[in-house]
């Protein structure tokens, strides 16, 4: 692949080498656990039953071709800051250009959804309104995301370490309990099939499901963003390439499989945390305030990163022309501090919007950005396909991180994602964002018309 480095734009402006290994070791492996895994799979588990289990696994494999497709392009360009750089190679200014700054509002409208969630917790120990809870954690994660991008890391480096070690107790302790050895009344396996079958509402339920489940995993590709912050990038890649079919498994489908085990599949609430019910199940005292505990690290750790892939993405469009140059410009600690201060205030303002119109404004702005990321992911996955086209065709050497099975695997990645995008079409709940995302995307596309215009006619 040809290099495409943006380090010509923002030459004087250079980010930090901060983040170390045990940085982006725990930002690699905890950066796919969210909310979406510890209360959004009861949506799933409702939907599909035990063999929900498959629709994890399907959905897994399809996030990892993705990943690799992006470990390759990463190696093969370590210049790049953001990934959403690599649809600008494959696919033109257009393309970087949209996809920047729809990646960029993806994580924009996450902020205050992650501020609220997070508030909501809190205020079961904390008698605030909600939205002062929402604003003092809004304010902390800025000033976290000022000091350094080594505090950033250090922050995630606690939150993923306990999300972790949350997640693999509840494995072990639901084991344990699934196949009788604390249990009392033996082994509770047969949960999987004893409840009107594995697959009590057929396999079109379970490929349905998929649509549920890929947003809950939606986030391994914010290590290629971070490794750019990292000593060894490359490195760091080729790590998250390799390690992130064994954390959906082990983190997903392990212990989504143990919830199943452990209690009756319509015995889960859609909304409502299945890893609380089964700890109460298992009679783990103080189930409650613990998974409470675990939602909030997870929420938490979300924002965090939120405001840090805003930050970063922005800073990178800002280098490339494609936003005002002035968010190219860091402070002492090498931070794009401009650039996290118009994420915090777009975070701010999206907060507001949930206080003072929740049903209209708010629920406007997370519609818009619910299908975003998979139009990205298409975009990035074409871009994968046409830069190794190019590269093959030019004779240049084998990429050092190859795309397995390229092309028909690359397809299959195309395909997994349209499909993707034609249930939520079919799916009442989903068929609105989907519509609404389509709109942010022709806005982005409008938007960059416009810019284009006015450079040629300047």
Not at 173 to 185: E, K, L, N, P
Not at 436 to 456: G, H, I, K, Q
Request: aromatic share 12%.
């Amino acid at each position: 692949m040809t290099a495409l480095s943006d380090a010509e734009h923002a030459r004087a402006h250079e980010l930090s080498r901060a983040l170390r290994p045990r940085h982006v070791f725990m930002i690699t492996i905890g950066g796919i656990i969210g909310a979406g895994l510890f209360v959004g799979s009861s949506v799933a588990i409702s939907a599909a039953g035990p063999a929900v289990i498959i629709s994890y696994m399907l959905t897994g494999l399809l996030i990892f071709l993705i990943m690799r497709m992006l470990g390759e392009m990463a190696v093969g360009m370590p210049g790049v800051r953001s990934f959403t750089e690599f649809a600008r190679a494959g696919l033109g200014n257009w393309a970087g250009f949209s996809v920047g700054w729809l990646y960029w509002y993806f994580w924009v409208v996450v902020v205050p959804v992650e501020a609220i969630a997070g508030a909501t917790i809190l205020q079961n120990w904390i008698p605030l309104p909600n939205w002062q809870i929402g604003g003092a954690l809004m304010a902390l994660m800025t000033a976290v995301n000022l000091m350094s991008a080594r505090s950033f890391g250090e922050f995630e480096f606690w939150f993923s370490s306990i999300k972790v070690a949350a997640i693999i107790s509840f494995i072990l302790v639901a084991a344990s309990y699934a196949f009788g050895f604390t249990s009392g009344t033996g082994p509770t396996v047969s949960n999987l099939y004893i409840h009107n079958g594995f697959a009590p509402l057929g396999f079109l339920a379970v490929l349905a499901a998929v649509t549920t489940v890929i947003f809950s995993m939606m986030g391994a590709e914010i290590v290629t963003i971070a490794a750019a912050e990292a000593a060894e990038p490359a490195r760091a890649v080729a790590r998250m390439t390799s390690t992130v079919i064994s954390r959906i498994m082990l983190f997903y489908v392990g212990s989504i499989l143990m919830v199943v085990c452990v209690m009756p599949w319509n015995l889960v609430k859609p909304g409502q945390s299945p890893f609380s019910d089964a700890l109460a199940v298992m009679h783990v005292p103080w189930a409650k305030n613990i998974m409470s505990v675990i939602i909030l690290t997870a929420v938490l750790s979300c924002l965090n990163s939120s405001f840090y892939i805003a930050s970063r993405v922005l800073f990178v469009l800002g280098g490339r022309g494609d936003a005002p140059g002035w968010l190219v410009k860091t402070n002492a600690r090498l931070v794009p501090a401009r650039s996290v201060l118009l994420a915090s205030a777009a975070g701010f303002a999206g907060v507001l919007a949930a206080i003072v119109s929740p049903g209209v404004v708010f629920a406007f702005l997370v519609n818009s950005c619910g299908a975003l990321i998979l139009f990205v992911y298409l975009a990035i996955a074409i871009s994968q396909v046409r830069l190794r086209r190019r590269a093959q065709q030019q004779g240049a050497a084998p990429p050092a991180l190859p795309m397995w099975g390229f092309p028909w695997l690359s397809y299959l990645a195309i395909a997994g994602i349209i499909a993707v995008l034609i249930a939520m079409a079919f799916t009442p709940a989903m068929a609105s964002q989907l519509w609404v995302s389509v709109l942010s995307v022709v806005v982005a596309l409008l938007a960059y018309l416009v810019v284009r215009w006015r450079r040629l006619s300047s």
